[in-house]
């Protein structure tokens, strides 16, 4: 009992929030390719790695212009580096034309040169420049204007033992312990907005957890129909980079109790409480329960997804133990769908089902959706030809 | 090939309801059903006439919707016409109780009724209908909750206007069946009242053979053959209707008593 269904459950549940995720990343990413925060946050950290944040270093505030203005960084991005930056930048910061990445060899190379020989605009290339070398580099060190940066310039070429190459991997893992800060904040940042996304997918699609729960837990069918999804789900990578419409699409297609159709919100849970105040409270903290999944990211819930799916396979238990079903509904498991779990049957299989003589396809999706009572009897049945009735008499 | 729900007449007979097998039931179904919730509650919106006129209509179904309709159609003498095993195409689009898949996760009863106002629903049909679904729910351990009316479960709501009862009450009914507070069901008694020393005659119905049943027959008009067939009961069925009898087609005290004064 505890494993399949519950597990089941956890499942479903996780592939929801994987979609969720998915849908949340690509919102974040086209959010991202507008306004380029990241290209803020790494504009920030260089500033922060040259000590031009402290006060009025306008020495170092000159050395990054310097940097952004090089050739080997300047080619990066399109337009221009504008001074008036200051702050620390803000979860929508624009970044404007900033890159979003600077190469380690590049930021390395551009900052050698620039002690080498001095400003772009100031020194014209030529043959007369001199050479990059550890003694150029040593005996120039003052074109950089910063003496922060002079000093970790000096530390790199001592620690070098007498190789250039050295040298340069020396800048480029100080640039690098920089961009990991740069990272970190921009992971936060990132964290907090696909919160803030997550909660208005949640609410925009009423995706509540609490109520896509208890239906999972309640309905068998939509829980099998589901698990299968997952299952097919986790054995494609691709997903977490999925598309915005055809995630969207995915998470329609699983016929779970999300959406507004029933506009109150209590159509998609029943079984909360009766009172309206007790229902939106659910609701509230239903979205944000949501929301706080969808933060943790989709990559998060692919790798959980594929751990479940790895202990779901070592429980299984219908396979094994039916012992709960009822006789003929055990008898039907075996003969009809060769030991596999009873219960599903619906939405996975193929349209065209419906013959009286094969009971292992059930419906299809168009199938569920058909009734027949507002039927007009045309072939009416007389009391002749009525079947034989037996019981109701006392014996 | 049987489908799962082969287990609905036994938990009917034993709940001492009338019970009729339609031919080739077991096998009969949209393919096969799920776990069963619950049952949801239907009427035909069937014609008048008849005990069970659209019955026809719920094994087949119409050309526009392959049948099985339902798994149970009720008549109006509350006698269970067992359809299908199988799944049925009853419960279209609607959630109930969080399950949105009624057709697989549901047992449909329809019951004969035209939902409107020329068609008051016999007290023997809706003690059957209270009946059966109790039994059901007990099968497949469920509370009065599980039982929906077609109205309740469909979306957007007011797409369907059946049952035209009122299911909370149904629902108190079918709760106090559960819970053993209802009365026991009235059976029809096996023999009349013994009058003086002769014994009573015994209740006779389809099956029957012998002189009794020529007796009935003569009284009726209809062919005397001796045995009790589908045309006698039709006719014992009339005879009940215009003697404002339940129409059962079952000759039982009350129906030798009308029929000794006819």
Known sequence: MFGSDVLDVAVGLIFVYLLVSVLCSAIREGLEAWLKTRAAYLEHGIRELLHANDGNRSDAKGLVEQIYKHPLINGLFSGNYETARGKRPRLFSKGGDLPSYIPSKNFAMALMDLAARGPVDCAAAGPATPVISLDSIRSNVKNIPSPDVQRVLLTALDSAQGSLDRAQQNIEAWYDSGMDRVSGWYKRSTQWIIFMIGLIVAVGMNVNTLVIVDYLYVNDAARAAIVARAEKASANPTLPNQSFEQTKKELNELQLPIGWEGSNGSTNGPRWGKSSGTVWVTAVFGWLLTAFAASMGAPFWFDLLNKVMVIRSTVKPHEKSPEESSEDRQKKTVEGTGGTSPSITVQTTAPGAGTTTTPSIAGTPEDENLDGCDVSVEDVTSDEQLPAAEGGVQS | ?262
């Open chain 2, 1 to 262: 090939m049987t489908f799962k729900l082969t287990w609905l007449p036994k938990v009917l007979k034993d709940a001492r309801q009338k019970v009729a097998l339609v031919d080739g039931w077991e096998d009969r179904g949209r393919g096969d059903v799920g776990p069963i919730f619950g049952v949801i509650c239907h009427h035909t919106s069937g014609p008048v006439t008849g005990n069970m006129p659209s019955l026809a209509t719920l094994i087949k179904g119409r050309p526009d919707l392959r049948g099985p309709l339902a798994q149970l159609g009720l008549g109006r003498d509350g006698t269970w016409y067992v359809i299908a095993a199988g799944r049925c195409n009853h419960a279209g689009k609607g959630i109930w109780q969080g399950v949105a898949t009624g057709n697989t996760n549901f047992i449909g009863i329809e019951a004969e009724n035209t939902g409107l106002a020329n068609d008051p629903w016999p007290d023997v049909q809706v003690d059957a209908y209270q009946r059966g679904v109790a039994a059901i729910l007990t099968h497949i351990g469920r509370g009065a909750d599980f039982c929906a009316g077609h109205r309740e479960y469909a979306l957007p709501s007011g797409r369907k206007p059946d049952p035209s009862f009122e299911m909370t009450l149904f629902r108190q009914s079918v709760a106090a069946i559960l819970s053993g507070t209802a009365a026991p069901p009235e059976l029809i008694p096996a023999v009349e009242a013994p009058v003086g020393n002769a014994s009573g005659r015994p209740t006779l119905r389809r099956g029957a053979t012998g002189e009794l049943v020529k007796t009935i027959q003569k009284k009726l008009g209809v062919e005397v053959i001796g045995t009790f067939g589908s045309k006698t009961e039709a006719a014992v069925r009339q005879f009940q209707r215009d003697h404002q009898m339940v129409a059962d087609g079952i000759v039982g005290p009350k129906t030798w008593a009308a029929l000794d004064t006819a």
